[in-house]
C-alpha cells in the first residue's frame, strides 16, 4: 500500500497577550539594547582602533557585506561611509559567490557582519579577501570564530541576550552591529576631517541639503545686483532699481563700500515734487543690513525677518576674513531663500 502523505504541519498561533503589556514589552527591550550597548562602548579597544585604520588607508571602496538580517544592517552601514565622503558599496554574499567577487580588488577594505561569525555564505568573500591581501574587519560576538581569527582586525561583540523573548530574533546582536557601524564612520570621519562643507557637497537635496546651503550657492552676483553712486541722480536710480527688480539699490563709495541702500520704503518717505532733483545719498538709508556669503540661508532668512523694520533683501558681503572687505558681492532676495526651500 502506498504511504499515506503527511499533512504539513500546522504553526500553532498563540492567544494574543493583553495591550496593556506592551509598554512594558516596548521598554524591556529598549533597556536590554540599551545595556548591549554600553557594554559594547566598554569592550572596544586596541581593534576598532586598527579597523579605523585600515579603513582610512583605503584607496579604493569600502566593501560592506552579511547574510540575512546582518545584511540588511551592512547594507545601512555602506550608505552611512558613502554619505561621509567614503566611497562604499554593499556585495551581497550569495552574488559574490556568482562573480561579484569581481568587484572587490586591491586598494579596497571589506567589513563583515556575522553575529556567529560562521555564516556559510561569507566563506568566498573571506577567502578572495586573502588570497589578494585585501584588509578585511570583521565584526561578530565569537572570539575564536572563523570571522573572526581571519580578519586583519576583528571586533567582538559582547555577550549579550537577544531581546526576542524565545532569545532567538536578531535584535540585540543587529542593534550592537548597526551602532558600531556608526562608531567607524564617526572616527573615520574625524580622522579625514570631514567638515561642514563636505558634507553639503554629498547632500545637495533634501532637508538636509537646504539646512547645509550658503548665501553664496544661491544669491545674485555681477550685473545683476542694483549699484549706484551717492552722486547719482533719482531717475538714474530708479532705473536701476526697475531694471534690477529687487525694490532696492545699494550705494557705493569710490572704493565700492556699501554705504548704503535706497528702498520703495525710501521713496515714499522723500515723495515730494523735488524727489527726482535728488542725489542718492539723500535719499539712502546709511548702514543697511547686510549677510555674509558663506552664512547659511536659514541665518539670512531669520535677518530678513527677525524683527522690523522687515526687508525683502539683504546685500551680500565676502566671506569674513576675505579681501574686499565692505564690498559687496552680490545680493540675496527673500524669495530666493524660499525657492531654496528655507
Request: overall charge positive.
Amino acid at each position: 500500500m502506498a504511504a499515506r502523505k503527511r499533512k504539513p504541519e500546522k504553526l500553532t498561533t498563540p492567544r494574543p497577550a493583553r495591550a496593556a503589556g506592551d509598554l512594558a514589552s516596548a521598554r524591556r527591550v529598549l533597556a536590554i539594547e540599551a545595556s548591549a550597548l554600553t557594554s559594547l562602548a566598554a569592550a572596544l579597544g586596541k581593534s576598532f582602533e586598527t579597523a579605523v585604520g585600515l579603513l582610512m588607508a583605503v584607496k579604493g571602496r569600502i566593501i560592506v557585506s552579511g547574510m540575512g538580517k546582518s545584511g540588511h544592517v551592512a547594507r545601512k552601514i555602506a550608505a552611512t561611509f558613502a554619505s561621509i565622503g567614503a566611497p562604499s558599496h554593499f556585495v551581497h554574499p550569495g552574488e559574490a559567490s556568482h562573480g561579484d567577487l569581481g568587484m572587490i580588488a586591491p586598494g579596497d577594505a571589506v567589513v563583515l557582519l556575522s553575529n556567529s561569525g560562521e555564516t556559510r555564505e561569507l566563506g568566498d568573500l573571506i577567502a578572495h579577501t586573502r588570497r589578494y591581501d585585501i584588509p578585511l574587519i570583521g565584526i561578530a560576538s565569537r572570539e575564536r570564530s572563523t570571522l573572526i581569527t581571519k580578519s586583519d582586525a576583528g571586533i567582538v561583540l559582547p555577550a549579550a541576550p537577544e531581546a526576542c523573548p524565545m532569545g532567538l530574533a536578531p535584535t540585540t546582536s543587529t542593534t550592537m552591529m548597526l551602532a558600531l557601524g556608526d562608531a567607524l564612520a564617526v572616527a573615520l570621519m574625524e580622522r579625514k576631517g570631514f567638515s561642514q562643507s563636505d558634507y553639503r557637497v554629498l547632500h545637495p537635496g533634501g532637508a538636509l541639503g537646504v539646512q547645509l546651503k550658503r548665501v553664496a550657492d544661491i544669491m545674485h552676483t555681477g550685473a545683476e545686483v542694483p549699484l549706484v553712486s551717492p552722486a547719482a541722480r533719482m531717475p538714474e536710480v530708479l532705473m536701476e532699481m526697475t531694471g534690477k527688480r529687487f525694490g532696492c539699490a545699494g550705494v557705493i563709495d569710490a572704493r565700492g563700500a556699501l554705504i548704503g541702500i535706497i528702498t520703495d520704503g525710501d521713496l515714499r518717505r522723500h515723495l515730494t515734487k523735488d524727489l527726482l532733483s535728488l542725489d542718492a545719498a539723500s535719499v539712502m538709508t546709511k548702514n543697511p543690513k547686510t549677510v555674509r556669503e558663506d552664512a547659511l540661508v536659514q541665518e539670512a532668512l531669520a535677518q530678513m525677518t527677525a524683527r522690523p523694520p522687515h526687508v525683502t533683501a539683504l546685500f551680500v558681503l565676502p566671506a569674513s576674513g576675505a579681501r574686499g572687505a565692505g564690498k559687496p558681492v552680490g545680493i540675496l532676495h527673500i524669495h530666493d531663500c524660499l525657492r531654496a526651500g528655507a
